[in-house]
């Protein structure tokens, strides 16, 4: 934040506010300290919102929203850990589902709940789960 200000870049320093406002009202709110694991669930729930919003502002033709929206979603990911690949994405619904037993759709509540804190930050869950979905229905 410190270098966002001494720079001038006063979008950068607008993000980081935006995810450190997110933070703190958690905290405020629920009078707990967030530790890492809940911390990167809410910056990994504010990139989700701007994917969401990125999908509707093309629809909707308006380029100059995407583009800022886009901006804020690249700063955010600059926080996340580094996304996994495809291939390492499979690999570990592959292993959870070997390691759950998981053979049905009825399955998928169980392994989400597996998969969620390894892959939470790290990959679009709503991927993961059209990926769990085409797996377990196969």
């Known amino acids: 934040m410190k270098s ?3 720079s001038g870049d006063k979008a950068r320093l607008g993000v980081i506010r935006l995810m450190l406002s997110a933070i703190k009202q958690i905290e405020v709110d629920e009078r707990i ?3 890492d694991d809940r911390a990167l669930a809410v910056l990994d729930k504010m990139a989700k919102q701007r994917r969401e919003s990125i999908g509707h502002f093309e629809q909707a033709g308006r380029d100059d929203l995407v583009a800022k929206e886009q901006a804020e979603l690249d700063i955010i990911q600059e926080f ?6 495809e291939t390492e994405i499979t690999a570990i ?4 589902i070997a390691s759950t037993g998981a053979a049905s759709i009825k399955d998928m509540g169980k392994l989400m709940g597996v998969l969620k804190p390894q892959l939470q930050g790290r990959a679009d869950m ?11 229905s196969a």
């Open 4 to 6: 966002s200000m001494k």
């Open 80 to 85: 996340l850990p580094e996304a996994l690949s």
């Open 93 to 96: 619904v592959e292993q959870s």
């Open 126 to 136: 709503g991927k993961v789960s059209q990926l769990v979905k085409s797996r377990l």
């Open 33 to 35: 300290e967030l530790d």
